[in-house]
C-alpha cells in the first residue's frame, strides 16, 4: 500500500465512523422507543389481567409474546392449576437456598417462607376486614411556601425537663391494628415505578444572601449584636415590643433568636393547650407591626406556630409589603442549657466557619432543616449519571413511603417484660447516628418485586436483594419462646402509628427496610420467620454521602475543639456548634420526607378562611388556621433517602458491629444486652437497668454513657415520668464524672 491509497483509507474510514456514529444514534433512539412500546405493552398486559375471563394464551397470541413472558408480567394470568402451582412454588422456596442465618436454638418455624404466587381472586364479599386506609407518622411537619417554617420530618428530641401544658392530660388514644397499603397490579402499581416528569433535583447557581441576625435573652434583655452586648428594656415581652427594642439598638436586623425566655409562653395558664397560647402571643395586636404577608412563593407565609419552638415573621403596620424580620427560637439549632448571648452568638459563628472549610458557599438559613437542605443541594454532582440531578418520585410511590416508612424508634416498655422496680436507669446515647448511614441511599426508579420473583431467587441472590436499598411487604411472625425486644414495626392506629409486637406466635403485616428484615432472619438469637409478600428495590447510589462527609468533618472539628480549647466560653460555644452541626444533617435529613403539608397562616378577621383550615386561634384583628395541604411539587422531595436512613438507624438500636478492616472486633445494640433489661428506646438512644461493655471510640454511630441514675427506681408509668428520670440520671453522671476529674 503507498501513501496515497493509505490518505483514501483513511478519510473512507472517517466517513465510515461517521456513518457508524449515525447508526448508533439511531440504534440508541430506536433502543429507546422499543423501551417505552415494550414497557407499554407490559402494562397493557397487566391492566388485561383485572379482566376475570382474561386467559394467557390470548393474550399471548396478541402480544407476541410467550405464555411464560405473560405470566412473570402478570402472575394471575398463570393457566397452571391452583394446587400444582402451590406444591410449584413449595419446591421452589425448598430449593432456593435460603437467607444464610447463624446457628442458634432450634426452632419450629423456617427462618423465612415466600410467598407463592397468588391465586385469581375470586368475587366473595370481605370477610370482616377493613378497609385498607393510608396513614403516615402521627408528627407531620409543615413544608412548603405557604408554611410558615420548612420543620424537619425527623423526630424533635425532647427537652430534659418539659415545658407544662396547662391542659389537662388527654386520656390515651385507644389503639389497634391499622392495615397499610399494598403494591396494587396494573396501571395502578405501574405508577409506583415511575418517577415524576420534569422535577429533579438540581445544584443552585446562586448563593444564599445572609441575614442581620442578632440574640436576646428574653429573661434578662441581654442582646447580643456583632461584638457588643446591650441591656434592653422589653416591657410586656410582647412581639411588637420586642421588635421596637430590638430595632431600636440594632437597625436593620432581619432574624431575632430568643436563647432563654420564652416569652411565648406567657400567659399561658389561661390557655387550654400550650399551642393557643402560642397563636395568641404570636397575634398579639400591635400598633407598629402586623403579621409578614411575604412576597413572590413566600406570599402568605404567615407565623408557624409550634409549642417550643415558633417561628413570628413581622413587618412594619405602614408597609407590610417591606422586609420582614423573624422572631425564632434558639432551640431549632441546639439547646443552649444555660449559655449566655455572647456564646450562643459564638457558637453560630464557629458553626459557619466550620461549614465554610467545607462549602465555599455555606450560610446560615433560617432552620438547621433550610440550612440542612441547600447545602445539600451544592454537593449534586456535576458531571456523571446524576449530573442532571436526582429525579422524583411520582407522588403514588412518595404516598406509599410516608404511609410505610417510620421514622425512630420510641418505645417505652412495661412490666412484666421488666421489672416493675429497676435496679438502675442507664442512658446510651448512638453519638451523631443518622451520619453513620449516610453512605449508600436509593437512587432512580426501583424495581418492583413480587413474591413469585423473591421465591425463584437463589439464596444468594435474596440476600443481595434485602441488603441493597429496598422496602418490603412481609407477614410477620415471632419465634416461639421469644424473650427479647420487638424486631420490627407493626402499624396501629392513634397517636404512637407503630408499635414493636414481641409476644412469641404474635403475626403481623408490615412494611419495613431491607436492613431490618435482614436482621430479623439473621440475629443471633433466633431467626423470625418471614413471608415476603412483595418489594421495591431501588438502584444503590451514594446522592448523600458527600454531604454526610462534609458534615461529619465539620462534627468532628467543633468536638475537638470542644475538648481541646483552652478557653471555657470557646469549649462550650464549639460544643452547642456541634449539635447545631448534628440538627443540621437531622432535620436537613427529615426534610427529604416532604410529608403531606401542614400548613399554618393567618387571616384579618372576617375574611373567608382557605378551604379545610382549621382554627388554631384568633382575637378581634386575625384568624390563626393550618390546613392539611397534601404534596408539594418540591424538586427535594426524596421519602427513599430519609427511610433509607431510618431503617438502617432502627436496626442498629437492635444490632451494631464495630469492625476493624473487614474482622468484626464487638458488638454492641439491644440484642447484646440480656432480656428484661431494655426499658426504652428514643430514636438514636436505649435505656437499660445495667451497664453494657460496649466500646466507645467517639466515632458516629458509637454508643456513649448519657446518664446512669442509681436505683432502685420505679418504672416510668409514661413518656413525662421518663423523661424526668434521664434528666436526673445525667445529673448524677455528670456529677460522678465531675467528682472524678478532681
Known sequence: MDRKTYTAE???????????????????????????????????????????????PAVAK???????????????????????????????????????????????EPAVVVAPVPARPVAEPATGETEPGVQ?????????????????????????????????????????????????EGPAGARLEAVTTGLASKRPHFTQQARATVFLDAATGDLAVRDRVMRLDLAARTPGQILDAVLHAAPGTERIYITAGAPWHD???????????????????????????????????????????????????AAPDSATTEIRSMGEWFDPDGADVVTCRQAFTLLWQALRRHWDDAVLMGSPSQTGRDLWSRTIPTTGKWAGGYPVLSEELRGLLHATAGQGRTELIL??????????????????????????????????????????????????????????????????????????????????????????????????????????????????????????????????????????????????LSNLHADERQRTAAYLASRAVRSVLLFGLGGFAQRPRLVSGTTPAGETLPAGAEILGQDNEVVTWQRQAGFSRDPYAHPEWAAYVWSGARAALLDMKHRQGKEVIASAGALHAMPGTVVYFGTDGIALTERQPWPYRGEPGDYLLKGHLTGPVDHPAGQEQYLGLRARGRAELAAAAKGAGQ
Open 415 to 560: 412490666p412484666p417484660r421488666v421489672p416493675e422496680q429497676l435496679p438502675a436507669l442507664v442512658e446510651y446515647d448512638r453519638t451523631f447516628a443518622y451520619a453513620k448511614h449516610l453512605w449508600k441511599s436509593p437512587v432512580g426508579t426501583p424495581r418492583r418485586v413480587t413474591a413469585a420473583a423473591f421465591a425463584a431467587m437463589t439464596g444468594q441472590e435474596q440476600v443481595k436483594a434485602l441488603m441493597s436499598c429496598s422496602h418490603w411487604n412481609i407477614k410477620v411472625t415471632v419465634p416461639q419462646g421469644w424473650n427479647h425486644v420487638g424486631l420490627l414495626p407493626a402499624p396501629v392506629t392513634g397517636d404512637r402509628a407503630w408499635t414493636y409486637p414481641a409476644e412469641p406466635g404474635a403475626t403481623f403485616t408490615t412494611w419495613a427496610g431491607g436492613a431490618e428484615v435482614h436482621l430479623a432472619l439473621t440475629n443471633h438469637l433466633t431467626p423470625w420467620r418471614i413471608e415476603i409478600l412483595g418489594g421495591l428495590l431501588f438502584e444503590d447510589g451514594k446522592p448523600l454521602d458527600e454531604w454526610g462527609k462534609r458534615l461529619k468533618a465539620a462534627w468532628a472539628d467543633l468536638t475537638n
Open 136 to 184: 403516615a407518622d402521627s408528627a407531620t411537619p409543615p413544608q412548603g411556601r405557604a408554611a410558615a417554617e420548612d420543620q424537619a420530618a425527623a423526630p424533635v428530641p425532647a427537652p430534659a425537663t418539659p415545658a407544662p401544658v396547662p391542659a389537662a392530660p388527654r386520656p390515651p388514644a385507644e389503639t389497634g391494628p391499622r392495615e397499610l397499603p399494598t403494591l396494587p
Open 10 to 56: 483513511l478519510a473512507s474510514l472517517r466517513e465510515l465512523r461517521a456513518e457508524i456514529t449515525a447508526a448508533e444514534k439511531a440504534v440508541t433512539a430506536a433502543r429507546k422507543e422499543l423501551d417505552k412500546l415494550t414497557a407499554r405493552r407490559a402494562r397493557k398486559v397487566a391492566g388485561l389481567a383485572g379482566y376475570e375471563g382474561a386467559q394467557a
Open 267 to 317: 400567659g399561658a395558664e389561661r390557655y387550654s393547650t400550650l399551642k393557643d397560647a402560642v397563636a395568641a402571643w404570636l397575634n398579639t395586636p400591635s400598633q407598629r407591626w402586623t403579621t409578614a404577608i411575604g412576597s413572590g412563593r413566600d406570599k402568605l407565609a404567615g407565623h408557624f406556630v409550634h409549642q417550643r419552638q415558633p417561628v413570628g415573621r413581622y413587618a412594619p403596620a
Open 62 to 108: 396478541a402480544s407476541g409474546l410467550s405464555v411464560g413472558d405473560i405470566v412473570r408480567i402478570a402472575p394471575l394470568l398463570d393457566p397452571t392449576p391452583a394446587d400444582v402451582r402451590a406444591v410449584k412454588a413449595d419446591g421452589q422456596a425448598a430449593a432456593a437456598a435460603p437467607v444464610p442465618t447463624p446457628v442458634a436454638e432450634p426452632v419450629a
